[in-house]
Protein backbone atom coordinates (compact mmCIF):
# COMPACT_ATOMS: atom_id res chain seq x y z
CA UNK A 1 0.00 0.00 0.00
CA UNK A 2 1.52 3.08 -1.10
CA UNK A 3 1.92 6.05 1.67
CA UNK A 4 -1.13 8.18 2.12
CA UNK A 5 0.66 11.30 1.16
CA UNK A 6 1.00 10.32 -2.08
CA UNK A 7 -2.61 9.98 -2.73
CA UNK A 8 -4.09 13.07 -4.34
CA UNK A 9 -6.49 15.02 -2.46
CA UNK A 10 -10.32 15.27 -3.28
CA UNK A 11 -11.26 18.26 -3.86
CA UNK A 12 -15.02 17.40 -4.14
CA UNK A 13 -16.57 15.61 -0.96
CA UNK A 14 -19.28 13.38 -1.19
CA UNK A 15 -21.63 11.47 1.06
CA UNK A 16 -20.96 8.67 -0.57
CA UNK A 17 -17.26 8.82 -0.46
CA UNK A 18 -15.47 6.62 1.59
CA UNK A 19 -12.72 6.25 4.22
CA UNK A 20 -10.69 3.48 4.89
CA UNK A 21 -10.41 2.06 9.20
CA UNK A 22 -11.21 -0.68 11.47
CA UNK A 23 -14.05 -1.92 12.92
CA UNK A 24 -14.54 -2.52 16.66
CA UNK A 25 -13.93 -6.01 15.91
CA UNK A 26 -10.82 -4.93 14.25
CA UNK A 27 -11.67 -5.93 10.72
CA UNK A 28 -10.51 -3.70 7.88
CA UNK A 29 -13.82 -1.60 6.02
CA UNK A 30 -14.67 0.96 4.15
CA UNK A 31 -16.84 3.40 5.59
CA UNK A 32 -19.20 5.49 3.76
CA UNK A 33 -19.25 9.62 4.60
CA UNK A 34 -23.17 10.05 5.18
CA UNK A 35 -23.35 7.02 7.16
CA UNK A 36 -20.22 8.31 9.49
CA UNK A 37 -22.69 11.80 9.73
CA UNK A 38 -25.67 9.70 10.51
CA UNK A 39 -23.68 7.90 13.59
CA UNK A 40 -23.12 11.23 14.76
CA UNK A 41 -26.01 12.77 14.30
CA UNK A 42 -28.26 10.01 16.53
CA UNK A 43 -25.65 8.88 18.65
CA UNK A 44 -25.51 11.96 20.38
CA UNK A 45 -21.21 11.54 20.23
CA UNK A 46 -21.03 15.48 18.97
CA UNK A 47 -22.63 18.01 21.23
CA UNK A 48 -25.92 19.50 19.75
CA UNK A 49 -26.93 21.38 22.88
CA UNK A 50 -29.68 18.80 24.07
CA UNK A 51 -30.49 15.03 23.80
CA UNK A 52 -31.39 12.70 20.46
CA UNK A 53 -34.23 10.55 20.99
CA UNK A 54 -35.33 7.72 19.04
CA UNK A 55 -39.14 7.85 18.42
CA UNK A 56 -41.00 4.36 18.14
CA UNK A 57 -44.58 3.65 17.71
CA UNK A 58 -45.18 0.38 19.80
CA UNK A 59 -46.51 0.85 23.21
CA UNK A 60 -43.77 -1.12 24.53
CA UNK A 61 -41.34 -0.58 27.61
CA UNK A 62 -38.91 2.18 26.47
CA UNK A 63 -35.05 1.11 25.86
CA UNK A 64 -32.43 4.33 26.51
CA UNK A 65 -32.91 7.02 23.92
CA UNK A 66 -36.15 6.18 22.85
CA UNK A 67 -39.62 7.79 22.87
CA UNK A 68 -43.10 7.09 22.19
CA UNK A 69 -46.89 8.57 22.60
CA UNK A 70 -48.29 7.09 25.68
CA UNK A 71 -50.38 4.75 23.93
CA UNK A 72 -48.02 4.28 21.22
CA UNK A 73 -48.78 5.47 17.07
CA UNK A 74 -47.42 6.97 14.22
CA UNK A 75 -48.08 10.04 11.89
CA UNK A 76 -49.28 12.38 15.07
CA UNK A 77 -48.84 16.06 13.89
CA UNK A 78 -46.68 18.01 16.64
CA UNK A 79 -49.52 20.45 16.85
CA UNK A 80 -52.12 17.50 18.45
CA UNK A 81 -49.14 16.14 20.96
CA UNK A 82 -50.39 17.08 24.51
CA UNK A 83 -47.91 14.24 26.19
CA UNK A 84 -44.88 12.02 25.32
CA UNK A 85 -43.09 9.26 27.31
CA UNK A 86 -39.13 9.82 26.95
CA UNK A 87 -36.66 7.94 28.49
CA UNK A 88 -34.09 9.80 30.84
CA UNK A 89 -31.04 7.69 29.23
CA UNK A 90 -29.85 8.82 26.31
CA UNK A 91 -28.39 6.60 22.81
CA UNK A 92 -24.78 6.68 25.25
CA UNK A 93 -26.88 5.15 28.34
CA UNK A 94 -26.01 8.18 30.03
CA UNK A 95 -29.22 10.07 32.87
CA UNK A 96 -30.12 12.88 31.25
CA UNK A 97 -32.87 13.27 34.15
CA UNK A 98 -31.55 16.61 35.20
CA UNK A 99 -31.34 18.24 32.04
CA UNK A 100 -35.13 17.68 31.29
CA UNK A 101 -36.00 18.98 34.71
CA UNK A 102 -34.26 22.52 34.19
CA UNK A 103 -36.34 22.27 30.95
CA UNK A 104 -39.72 22.67 32.87
CA UNK A 105 -41.50 25.61 32.52
CA UNK A 106 -39.35 26.30 29.42
CA UNK A 107 -39.43 26.33 25.78
CA UNK A 108 -38.71 22.61 24.54
CA UNK A 109 -38.10 21.84 20.59
CA UNK A 110 -38.54 18.64 19.32
CA UNK A 111 -36.86 18.64 15.55
CA UNK A 112 -36.03 16.28 13.59
CA UNK A 113 -32.33 15.65 13.31
CA UNK A 114 -32.42 15.15 9.54
CA UNK A 115 -34.81 17.94 8.96
CA UNK A 116 -34.95 20.64 10.54
CA UNK A 117 -38.10 21.93 8.85
CA UNK A 118 -39.86 18.80 10.81
CA UNK A 119 -40.20 20.25 14.51
CA UNK A 120 -42.54 21.37 17.29
CA UNK A 121 -41.86 23.98 20.17
CA UNK A 122 -43.36 23.55 23.35
CA UNK A 123 -43.73 24.56 26.92
CA UNK A 124 -42.70 21.89 28.91
CA UNK A 125 -45.34 21.83 31.66
CA UNK A 126 -43.84 18.60 33.61
CA UNK A 127 -41.66 15.82 33.60
CA UNK A 128 -43.07 13.16 36.11
CA UNK A 129 -42.11 9.31 36.99
CA UNK A 130 -44.46 7.14 38.32
CA UNK A 131 -41.64 5.14 40.51
CA UNK A 132 -38.14 7.09 41.18
CA UNK A 133 -36.41 3.89 39.78
CA UNK A 134 -38.14 3.99 36.30
CA UNK A 135 -35.54 5.08 33.57
CA UNK A 136 -38.67 7.01 31.35
CA UNK A 137 -40.43 9.88 31.95
CA UNK A 138 -43.97 11.59 31.34
CA UNK A 139 -43.46 14.76 29.94
CA UNK A 140 -46.97 17.01 29.91
CA UNK A 141 -46.75 20.01 27.01
CA UNK A 142 -48.46 22.51 26.15
CA UNK A 143 -47.67 23.38 21.46
CA UNK A 144 -46.91 26.58 20.65
CA UNK A 145 -45.87 26.01 17.15
CA UNK A 146 -44.26 24.09 14.61
CA UNK A 147 -44.57 22.07 11.35
CA UNK A 148 -44.86 18.25 10.12
CA UNK A 149 -45.35 14.66 12.12
CA UNK A 150 -43.38 12.17 14.83
CA UNK A 151 -42.47 9.56 12.70
CA UNK A 152 -41.39 6.05 13.03
CA UNK A 153 -37.59 5.19 13.50
CA UNK A 154 -36.68 8.70 13.23
CA UNK A 155 -34.02 10.77 15.21
CA UNK A 156 -35.38 13.70 16.82
CA UNK A 157 -33.10 16.51 19.00
CA UNK A 158 -34.39 17.52 22.18
CA UNK A 159 -33.33 21.38 23.17
CA UNK A 160 -34.02 24.11 24.92
CA UNK A 161 -35.75 26.65 22.43
CA UNK A 162 -37.41 29.75 24.13
CA UNK A 163 -37.48 31.47 20.29
CA UNK A 164 -40.60 33.74 20.38
CA UNK A 165 -42.00 32.73 23.28
CA UNK A 166 -44.37 35.31 25.17
CA UNK A 167 -45.55 35.02 28.61
CA UNK A 168 -48.74 33.96 28.69
CA UNK A 169 -50.94 36.04 30.92
CA UNK A 170 -54.89 36.24 31.82
CA UNK A 171 -57.27 38.98 33.43
CA UNK A 172 -60.73 38.04 34.64
CA UNK A 173 -63.97 40.08 33.97
CA UNK A 174 -64.72 42.26 37.22
CA UNK A 175 -66.05 39.80 39.98
CA UNK A 176 -68.27 40.29 43.63
CA UNK A 177 -66.56 38.69 45.82
CA UNK A 178 -67.67 37.33 49.27
CA UNK A 179 -65.97 37.40 52.05
CA UNK A 180 -64.61 34.15 53.08
CA UNK A 181 -66.02 32.11 50.19
CA UNK A 182 -63.68 31.11 47.75
CA UNK A 183 -63.84 31.66 43.68
CA UNK A 184 -62.09 29.76 41.01
CA UNK A 185 -60.17 31.05 38.40
CA UNK A 186 -60.16 28.87 35.00
CA UNK A 187 -57.01 30.37 33.71
CA UNK A 188 -55.58 27.30 31.11
CA UNK A 189 -52.31 29.05 30.92
CA UNK A 190 -51.04 25.53 31.31
CA UNK A 191 -48.72 26.99 34.99
CA UNK A 192 -48.83 27.59 38.00
CA UNK A 193 -49.15 31.26 37.65
CA UNK A 194 -48.49 34.45 39.93
CA UNK A 195 -51.68 35.92 41.20
CA UNK A 196 -52.38 39.76 41.62
CA UNK A 197 -56.06 41.14 42.60
CA UNK A 198 -56.88 44.96 42.44
CA UNK A 199 -60.23 46.35 43.49
CA UNK A 200 -62.40 48.44 42.09
CA UNK A 201 -60.18 51.54 43.47
CA UNK A 202 -57.04 50.53 41.85
CA UNK A 203 -55.80 48.86 45.39
CA UNK A 204 -54.07 45.21 45.94
CA UNK A 205 -55.53 42.85 47.63
CA UNK A 206 -53.95 40.37 48.79
CA UNK A 207 -56.17 36.91 49.13
CA UNK A 208 -55.58 33.43 49.82
CA UNK A 209 -54.65 30.91 47.06
CA UNK A 210 -54.84 27.36 45.98
CA UNK A 211 -53.88 25.92 43.14
CA UNK A 212 -56.04 23.03 41.87
CA UNK A 213 -53.76 22.16 38.87
CA UNK A 214 -51.90 24.00 36.06
CA UNK A 215 -55.25 25.67 34.66
CA UNK A 216 -57.29 26.47 37.73
CA UNK A 217 -57.17 27.63 41.46
CA UNK A 218 -59.43 29.61 44.11
CA UNK A 219 -58.90 32.30 45.85
CA UNK A 220 -60.39 33.76 48.93
CA UNK A 221 -60.53 37.53 50.78
CA UNK A 222 -61.42 38.12 54.35
CA UNK A 223 -63.58 40.89 52.90
CA UNK A 224 -66.14 41.61 50.71
CA UNK A 225 -65.08 43.85 47.43
CA UNK A 226 -65.38 43.67 43.75
CA UNK A 227 -62.20 43.90 41.40
CA UNK A 228 -60.09 41.74 39.15
CA UNK A 229 -57.82 39.14 38.95
CA UNK A 230 -54.46 38.96 37.18
CA UNK A 231 -52.93 35.81 36.17
CA UNK A 232 -49.16 35.63 34.54
Do not use: C, W
Not at 34 to 50: A, C, K, M, P, V
Request: hydrophobic letters at 35%; glycine letters at 8%.
Amino acid sequence: MARISTYDLDESVQATDKLLGSNAGGATKNFKIEDITDFLNTSGSINLNGVVEQFITQNIPLERGKFKLPLGGNGVAFSSITSLKVSTKNLSDVDVSEFYNHLVGQGLKISKVDNLNEFGQFVLISVTKANPSDTFATFSLSFLNGNGNLRNDNFYLFNLDNTGRTDKNFVTPNINFTAGVARTVSHNLSKFPAVTTVDSAGSHIVGEVQHIDNNNFTITFKASFQGKVYVN
